[in-house]
C-alpha cells in the first residue's frame, strides 16, 4: 500500500493493493466507510484503486483503513461490530491485526464453524484458561464470558483432557423466590440454567448435548446443588457468579479436585441477591487477587459482541452511575 501525504495533514492518500476485494472493504451500500466517515469527521473519495481522505482526523482513519484491508488479506469478514472495535482499539493505540486475533480457533461447532475469540480482551482470557487452572473473568453483559469457556471446556473434553463437564449457575434472579415459580424443582430452575443450554447446543447440537447429559458426562445444576461434592478431571464453569453469596462461592471453590478447572464468571455490575446479602464474586476478587495460581481477567465494554448499542447502554449506565453514586447506594 501506498500513502502519500497531499497538501497537509488534512488529507492523505491509500493505494489499495491489487487484486483486492473492495465490496468486503466498502460493505454494502458503503456501509463500513459510512461508520468512518462519521466517527472520524473525514471525507473519503473512491477514483478506482485510490482513497482520497480529506479532514482533521483524515491520517487516523487512514490507519483503520489499512487495518481492514489487511484482516480482508487475512480472510477475515468485516462487519459493523467488528469496525466499530477495530476504531475502538485505534483510539487507544492499540492494533488489532498485530493482535492476532482472528489466527486463535478455540473449537468447532457441531456446523463445523470455527469458534474465535473476537476481541483481545477474549483472546487473553482464552490464553488464561490454557495456562491456569481457576480463572475468573470479570466484565459487563456480552463479552463472551460464559460461552468462551464453554467453548474451551468442549474443546478440553474432545481433546480428552477431562472426563466431565460441569455448568452451574445461582438460581437468583431479579428477586423471584423458586417457591412462586410452578412446576417440580427441575422445572423450577431450567429457567435460569438456560443460557448455559443455549451455549451447550449451539456448539454441540442439541442431541448431542442431550446425549452426554443423559450419560451425566455433562451436567447443568444450581449452585447449591454443588455442595458436599469433590470433582476430579473437570472442567467447572460457575456462570452469573456475581449472584452467589460469599457462602456459596467458598463452597463452590473447595468443590475443585485433581486435574480439574475452574472458570467463574459474572457482571459486578449486575447483583440480583437480596439487600443485605453480600455478592461472593466481590469477595472473591479481594481475597485472592494475592494468590499466585489464580488468574483475573477483566473484560471492558469495548469486549461487547453483542449488538453495537449493548455498549453504548453499558457505557451509558455506568456514566449516570458515575454521576449520581448515592442513586446506586440506595440499591
Known amino acids: 500500500m501506498d500513502i502519500r501525504n497531499l497538501k497537509s495533514t488534512q488529507e492523505v492518500e491509500l493505494s489499495l493493493p491489487q487484486p483486492f476485494n473492495q465490496m468486503e472493504l466498502f460493505g ?42 489487511k484482516m480482508i488479506q487475512s480472510g477475515e469478514k468485516l462487519d459493523a461490530q467488528k469496525i466499530h472495535y477495530v476504531i475502538g482499539l485505534k483510539n487507544e493505540g492499540i492494533s488489532y491485526t498485530e493482535g492476532n486475533v482472528n489466527n486463535d480457533i478455540l473449537c468447532f461447532t457441531h456446523m463445523g464453524k470455527p469458534i474465535k475469540p473476537k476481541t483481545l480482551g477474549q483472546k487473553a482470557y482464552a490464553k488464561a484458561i490454557r495456562e491456569s487452572d481457576v480463572i475468573f473473568s470479570i466484565g459487563p453483559a456480552g463479552t463472551g464470558k460464559t460461552y468462551l469457556a464453554v467453548a474451551m471446556a468442549i474443546n478440553a473434553f474432545k481433546n480428552k483432557e477431562i472426563q466431565k463437564i460441569i455448568l452451574a449457575r445461582p438460581a437468583v434472579e431479579a428477586g423471584e423466590r423458586l417457591g412462586f415459580l410452578p412446576g417440580d424443582l427441575q422445572e423450577k430452575v431450567d429457567p435460569y440454567l438456560r443460557p448455559l443450554y443455549d451455549a451447550l447446543y449451539e456448539i454441540l447440537g442439541r442431541e448431542s448435548a442431550l446425549r452426554l447429559k443423559e450419560k451425566e458426562t455433562i451436567e447443568v445444576v444450581p449452585l447449591a446443588y454443588m455442595r458436599g461434592r469433590t470433582l476430579d478431571n473437570s472442567f467447572i464453569i460457575l456462570d452469573e457468579a456475581q ?88 440499591e
Not at 451500500?29 to 478506482?48: A, N, S, T
Not at 447483583?271 to 476478587?285: C, F, M, N, Q, R
Open 243 to 330: 449472584n452467589s453469596t460469599k457462602e456459596q462461592m467458598k463452597m463452590f471453590l473447595t468443590r475443585m479436585g485433581f486435574g480439574s478447572k475452574m472458570v467463574i464468571t459474572g457482571d459486578i455490575t449486575q447483583i440480583d441477591l437480596p439487600k443485605g446479602k453480600k455478592s461472593g464474586l466481590v469477595e472473591a476478587a479481594k481475597i485472592l487477587k494475592p494468590v499466585k495460581d489464580i488468574r483475573f481477567c477483566y473484560l471492558k465494554d469495548v469486549d461487547v459482541v453483542r449488538h453495537e448499542l449493548v455498549k453504548k447502554i453499558i457505557n451509558a449506565y455506568e456514566k449516570y452511575y458515575q454521576e449520581h453514586p448515592k442513586e446506586l447506594e440506595e
Open 28 to 69: 454494502n451500500l458503503d456501509q463500513h466507510m459510512k461508520i468512518v466517515k462519521e466517527h472520524f469527521d473525514v471525507e473519503i473519495i473512491q477514483r478506482d484503486n485510490q482513497l482520497l481522505l480529506k479532514g482533521a482526523d483524515s491520517a487516523k482513519a487512514l490507519q483503520v483503513i489499512e487495518e481492514f484491508v
